[in-house]
């Protein structure tokens, strides 16, 4: 069986399947249950991917999976909504890091307990500074954060 015999050619194939724009969704929902996580990894980024198929990704025991999920432009926000809530600082960071991540998720983002969370955003955001209005609310977020942290190590 597909899922079953995972040797090196046939993990090899399953990845190529799994992130082609062509892959049969129901092939898309068995590669989804892999014992490779490279092969689920491919299936969370592939825009193809059923919704249902991506709740379930959501909560998978590998973090470079959900890394995955998150980088996915067709990831409905529920699901975003969930990883910025994920356990594994790392997940959080690559959300944090992603140029194309909504604002409102960098927008809690900024608040993350992790710090280097909060660092990432604010890189992302000096990025994104030059192509984003004036006073995008995102960015004076942070400086209104950045501002009051700089007040209280002053004082």
């Given at each position: 069986?597909?899922?079953?015999?995972?040797?090196?050619?046939?993990?090899?194939?399953?990845?190529?399947?799994?992130?082609?724009?062509?892959?049969?969704?129901?092939?898309?929902?068995?590669?989804?249950?892999?014992?490779?996580?490279?092969?689920?990894?491919?299936?969370?980024?592939?825009?193809?991917?059923?919704?249902?198929?991506?709740?379930?990704?959501?909560?998978?025991?590998?973090?470079?999976?959900?890394?995955?999920?998150?980088?996915?432009?067709?990831?409905?926000?529920?699901?975003?909504?969930?990883?910025?809530?994920?356990?594994?600082?790392?997940?959080?960071?690559?959300?944090?890091?992603?140029?194309?991540?909504?604002?409102?998720?960098?927008?809690?983002?900024?608040?993350?307990?992790?710090?280097?969370?909060?660092h990432r955003v604010r890189?992302?955001?000096?990025?994104?500074?030059?192509?984003?209005?004036?006073?995008?609310?995102?960015?004076?977020?942070?400086?209104?954060?950045?501002?009051?942290?700089?007040?209280?190590?002053?004082?």
């Amino acid at each position: 069986m597909l899922l079953e015999s995972l040797d090196s050619r046939e993990v090899f194939e399953q990845y190529i399947l799994a992130g082609a724009s062509d892959t049969p969704i129901e092939t898309l929902m068995l590669l989804s249950k892999s014992a490779a996580p490279k092969v689920r990894m491919r299936v969370a980024e592939n825009p193809r991917t059923p919704v249902e198929v991506l709740e379930s990704l959501v909560y998978d025991a590998h973090p470079d999976v959900r890394i995955a999920l998150g980088s996915n432009q067709s990831v409905p926000h529920h699901i975003l909504i969930v990883l910025i809530q994920d356990t594994d600082p790392t997940v959080r960071f690559s959300l944090a890091e992603d140029a194309n991540t909504p604002p409102k998720v960098l927008e809690h983002l900024a608040e993350d307990a992790n710090p280097y969370v909060v660092h990432r955003v604010r890189r992302t955001l000096s990025e994104l500074e030059p192509y984003s209005a004036p006073e995008a609310p995102v960015i004076q977020l942070v400086r209104d954060r950045d501002n009051s942290e700089s007040e209280i190590q002053s004082a």
